[in-house]
Each structure stands twice: as structure tokens, then as C-alpha cells.
């Protein structure tokens, strides 16, 4: 019985849903493992601004790849938690997305830019991250201004044969 409900939550979602639902999974994932010691890597390079906002002692390479601290981990529990609750609704749900689309394709600008890529000494938005970013910026994208129900799909009402 709990099974058959558990499926019956995600054949009745639709892709918009899914996407804020298995995005906000992601970044509470990522989140919750920043603040793992076992799993961050000591850094090789703290930036000038970092050390003058007292971020070192959060500072290191998740995984060895990705350059995090606690403040962008906070920021992915914040993002993690919004595309939970946002998987409630479509309209939230592509809000989310777009929003998302918008904050990581900003974070993946600065990225790029050799004086911004620590976004003023906050996060560490360089090397592989930058590449998180984009990606993430890109399906959310997609999910938030392209693969949008139309109005017809959207007040379809389904009437008996």
C-alpha cells in the first residue's frame, strides 16, 4: 500500500515538479556534505578576501574537486530547501527553476571573471565549480523558461469517453 502511494506521488507530477523535487534533493546533498570534514580536502589557495571575512576555517575542496565554504553551503541547503517546497505547486515549481537558472548562471558569469570568482571574497565560484554552476544554470533554465505547460495543458479538464 505505502509503496503504490509512493508511486502514484511521481506518476501524477509533472516534469517541472520533478525537476525542483530532484534539484532540492541535490542541493541539500551537497549542502549536508560540505560540512563533512571527512569529505572536504584542505585548500591550496585561500584568496586575500577570504582571510580579511575570517572564511578559512570552512574553507576546502569538497571531494577534492569542488572549492567550498560554509557560506555556499548554506546557500545550497537554502536552494536544497526551496526546491522541496516548491515541488509542491507548478507555478512554484517554475519559478524555482527560473530563479535558479538566473542566480547560477550570475554565479557562473562571475566564475569566469578572474577578480570576481570568489563573488568578493564570499564563495568560491572557480575551477569546478564553475562548471556546477553552469550546468545546474542551464537544465534549470530548460525546466524554467522552455519546457513551460501551455495554457491548454494547463486547464485541460478530462472528460469521460
Known amino acids: ?52 571575512f575570517g572564511l578559512i576555517e570552512s574553507y576546502g575542496n569538497l571531494l577534492g574537486l569542488f572549492p567550498v565554504n560554509a557560506p555556499e553551503a548554506i546557500l545550497y541547503l537554502v536552494f536544497g530547501g526551496l526546491g522541496v517546497t516548491s515541488a509542491i505547486a507548478l507555478d512554484s515549481s517554475l519559478v524555482y527553476a527560473g530563479f535558479t537558472a538566473v542566480v547560477f548562471g550570475l554565479l557562473t558569469i562571475l566564475g569566469l571573471i578572474p577578480l570576481a570568482n570568489t563573488v568578493f571574497g564570499l564563495f568560491p565560484v572557480f575551477g569546478a565549480d564553475v562548471w556546477l554552476h553552469g550546468v545546474v544554470a542551464v537544465i534549470a533554465a530548460y525546466f524554467g ?12 479538464v478530462n472528460e469521460p469517453a
Not at 506518476?11 to 549536508?32: D, K, S, Y
Open 1 to 52: 500500500m505505502k509503496d503504490r502511494c509512493f508511486l502514484l506521488l511521481f506518476t501524477h507530477m509533472n516534469v517541472g515538479r520533478l525537476f525542483a523535487l530532484t534539484a532540492g534533493i541535490l542541493f541539500l546533498a551537497l549542502g549536508i556534505t560540505s560540512f563533512v570534514p571527512a569529505l572536504v580536502d584542505s585548500a591550496t589557495a585561500i584568496s586575500n578576501s577570504g582571510t580579511d
Open 145 to 156: 523558461f522552455f519546457a513551460t505547460p501551455g495554457l491548454r495543458e494547463l486547464w485541460q
